[in-house]
């Protein structure tokens, strides 16, 4: 893809204030600590983000106020457990037997009814999500797997996003007459179709990261091809003419995407989009819900977010990454910028993109990183962006407007999904753990310590040091994975993302692989000279200054940057305060702004 000029994000501020407002008071820390748990001592079946609303339940002041939630039951819900949501008022919006669930709009006063149903495990808001807005293939090596023959033949993609316009000719198969969009379905319940002509993809959103995986460049002579330019799509609209979702209406999605693996040899999903981390991964019904989608064979790529340029006091952006890029099964994609060049050693890490560890779990990502600034891809006539940023768009070679300009770790995530599908077309045998350690082990590695950028809309200078929270294990290189020959073991899980932990005596930040699941010895990363941490980082990282970057002061947990990450008490999930409390009061959508970097 082609470097221009980003797009700039609607409501900026407005959304910026939304997601992250107030940081945590240590009042309101004590208070989720204590709302982890039930007066038995038990474990609270509601995630604390619900706690207000389950009070106004118990007081009596709940009136005629709603909440939509994500009820978790011990097994697969049947009919008799929608009868009695139904009773209490409560409206299904989706069936998510994936992570044994339904999802509902329910009266607040109706809450006190879910605590006391022993049949239900947990219950947590459906949190909204939006797209993660702000490439070159010469830049990740890309032209070499299109020189060996592969373009993603065979291979099936579903784009869980806004949408896709399967008219736009780049999206065609080689004849020019049947598009490769081979299926559509709509979990939002809104429109497909508006009176500006847009169809389908009513945002803008999905079109465009479709464009960066399978474009073939028909209309631009070429010149803004994708990455695999013959996969098939497959289109699950999750998000609306707002580029507005919902947990359960992503979740739902994954679903189809699982069962209609076969029908479409669906290897790969992208997820160009994010939002806060209420609660740990493992207690996240989105996280299950990917995971379970990385269990059943395929691929799930996640954008890593767009808040690294975020220092709540002096933290310089870590502890940014969004949900579900947190999880530590998937791969999860940071943005790099090209800096008008095609070559991978011009790459540095786009100011925005958001950096590691996570909130709660302080598992190491991004995993990698990928071109994301400035990317020309497809356009949606009609849609929300390309009516709102007419600046934005670019005229094909029929002279209508087919092109537009986007930025962000959305724009980053679909060009490692284009290149995962040309790994799986070479060797369709490969797992998502060996894909996922083959993409990180190959990774460009030869990266600046530090650099600098201004930012002139913010009149302000941001520096990043290049430690793996900030880049993972590097830079996408599509040639070097495709020449590699060297498989992690078959084992889920076998790729899975290590978390860190804080010694405060010694003041040193230690890698630590596996989890409760999977042990370190059945972790690539841990278990051999082949896949061992220095390989797959480029580093040695037994030290906290490599771990962290020799700049930044990760050395005493005084520090006001330190407990933001980390929390109060270092390494607590009832402290990791990053996600602001106005954050989990409203349950307000992560934003899509991502900023131009001149």
Not at 379 to 397: D, I, K, N, Q, V
Request: glycine share 10%; net charge negative.
């Amino acid at each position: 893809m082609s470097q221009k000029h980003k797009l700039k994000s609607p409501l900026r501020g407005q959304r910026h204030s939304a997601a992250w407002g107030k940081r945590l008071s240590m009042v309101l820390l004590v208070l989720i600590a204590q709302f982890a748990f039930a007066d038995n001592g038990k474990p609270n079946k509601f995630a604390q983000d619900l706690a207000p609303a389950l009070a106004r339940a118990h007081q009596g002041t709940a009136g005629v106020d709603t909440v939509n939630v994500i009820v978790q039951y011990e097994k697969i819900p049947q009919a008799k457990h929608e009868a009695r949501m139904k009773t209490l008022g409560g409206n299904l919006k989706h069936r998510l037997g994936m992570v044994k669930a339904l999802a509902l709009t329910i009266p607040v006063s109706a809450l006190p009814a879910l605590e006391a149903d022993s049949e239900i495990l947990s219950v947590s808001i459906d949190h909204p999500l939006q797209v993660l807005d702000d490439t070159t293939d010469s830049a990740t090596n890309v032209p070499a797997a299109w020189n060996a023959g592969l373009d993603g033949t065979g291979v099936g993609v579903a784009v869980i996003d806004s949408g896709v316009n399967d008219n736009h000719p780049d999206l065609w198969d080689s004849t020019e007459t049947t598009s490769r969009v081979v299926y559509h379905q709509d979990f939002t319940g809104t429109p497909t179709t508006n009176a500006n002509g847009a169809v389908y993809d009513l945002y803008g959103h999905g079109t465009h990261v479709a464009g960066i995986i399978a474009g073939n460049g028909y209309l631009s002579g070429g010149h803004y091809g994708g990455v695999a330019p013959n996969v098939s799509i497959v289109d699950l609209r999750a998000l609306d003419a707002n580029g507005s979702g919902s947990d359960s209406s992503v979740i739902a999605a994954i679903q189809q995407a699982v069962a209609l693996q076969n029908t479409y040899n669906i290897r790969v999903i992208n997820l160009s989009l994010g939002r806060g981390i209420p609660v740990s991964y493992t207690q996240d019904p989105l996280c299950q819900a990917v995971e379970s989608a990385w269990k059943s064979g395929i691929v799930v790529v996640v954008a890593a977010g767009n808040y690294g340029r975020l220092s709540v006091n002096g933290s310089n952006g870590f502890g940014t990454i969004t949900a579900p890029g947190n999880d530590p099964f998937v791969l999860t994609v940071g943005a790099m910028k090209s800096n008008g060049s095609t070559l991978p050693s011009a790459e540095t890490k786009a100011s925005f993109s958001s950096k590691g560890p996570t909130t709660y779990d302080h598992v190491v990502k991004p995993d990698i990183m990928a071109p994301g600034n400035g990317i020309v891809s497809l356009a949606a006539p009609g849609a929300t962006l390309e009516t709102l940023y007419p600046s934005a768009s670019l005229t094909g070679t029929d002279g209508n407007v087919d092109y537009f300009t986007l930025s962000g770790t959305s724009m980053a995530t679909p060009v490692v999904s284009g290149a995962v599908a040309l790994l799986l077309q070479g060797n369709n045998q490969l797992t998502p753990d060996q894909i996922k350690a083959r993409l990180m082990k190959t990774a460009y590695k030869r990266l600046p310590f530090s650099t600098s950028s201004w930012v002139p809309h913010l009149f302000a200078s941001f520096t990043d040091f290049y430690d793996l929270f900030s880049v993972g294990s590097g830079l996408l290189d599509v040639q070097a994975a495709m020449n590699n020959t060297d498989l992690a073991p078959a084992t889920v899980g076998a790729a899975l993302s290590p978390y860190v932990t804080y010694n405060s005596l010694t003041g040193v930040v230690t890698l630590v692989n596996g989890n409760a699941s999977l042990s370190a010895h059945s972790v690539v990363w841990g278990s051999s000279v082949v896949w061992g941490s220095s390989v797959v980082w480029g580093a040695t990282v037994n030290g906290n200054s490599v771990v962290w970057g020799a700049a930044l002061p990760w050395n005493t947990s005084t520090l006001s940057a330190f407990s933001v990450v980390w929390g109060a008490n270092t390494g607590t999930s009832a402290s990791s305060v990053v996600w602001g409390a106005s954050d989990l009061a409203s349950n307000s959508a992560f934003s899509d702004a991502g900023d131009d970097e001149q």
